[in-house]
């Protein structure tokens, strides 16, 4: 699996210029640190660390700059159309889902390029609840 993460970062380097694996770039806060923190604040740490913004914007406007990947602000609760026509509504099992295993449902529309990336469980929990969070901002955005 490892070897395989590595060839899929060094061709997402290859074609779009980003490192999608931000880890490697973008330090994180220590073991001790991160423990400090609440749940969303895990989470947003780990969304900018783990290359998951190299492909989402994290709201509609920042869209142009990014690729074609939803942004994540709005996507909480919000009903998402797949390839094969079925529909979802997004919610902590669907995000979990997504994150473990993301190309069982891919957005219609949409490149099926997300990667399956290695988590521990509680790292997904954490940015679970941090796009869950993200429902508030993208309301008091409309
Ligand atoms: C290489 C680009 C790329 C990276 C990196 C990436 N994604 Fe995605 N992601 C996509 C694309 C494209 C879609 C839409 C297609 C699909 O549904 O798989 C998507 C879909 C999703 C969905 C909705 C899934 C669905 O099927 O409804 C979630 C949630 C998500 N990504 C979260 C994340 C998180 C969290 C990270 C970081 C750990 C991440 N993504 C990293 C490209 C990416």
């Known amino acids: 699996m490892v070897k395989q993460l590595s060839i899929w970062c060094i ?8 490192n999608a694996c931000g880890s490697r770039s973008t330090p994180e806060p220590s073991r001790d640190e991160l423990e400090k923190m609440t749940a969303v604040q895990r989470g947003a740490i780990f969304i900018k660390t783990r290359g998951c913004m190299d492909c989402h914007p994290m709201t509609e406007a920042l869209r142009a700059t990014t690729q074609e990947a ?5 996507m909480y609760s919000s009903t998402v159309i797949h390839t094969d026509g079925s529909t979802a ?6 995000l979990r889902d997504s994150i473990i295993n993301p190309r069982a449902r891919v957005i219609r529309g949409q490149p099926a390029t997300m990667p399956a990336l290695q988590f521990k469980a509680t790292e997904i929990d954490d940015l679970v609840q941090f796009i869950k969070s993200l429902e508030k901002i993208s309301r008091s955005e409309k």
């Open 11 to 18: 061709g997402v380097f290859v074609l779009f210029g980003t």
């Open 70 to 74: 939803s942004p994540l602000t709005g």
């Open 89 to 94: 509504t997004v919610d902590e099992a669907y």
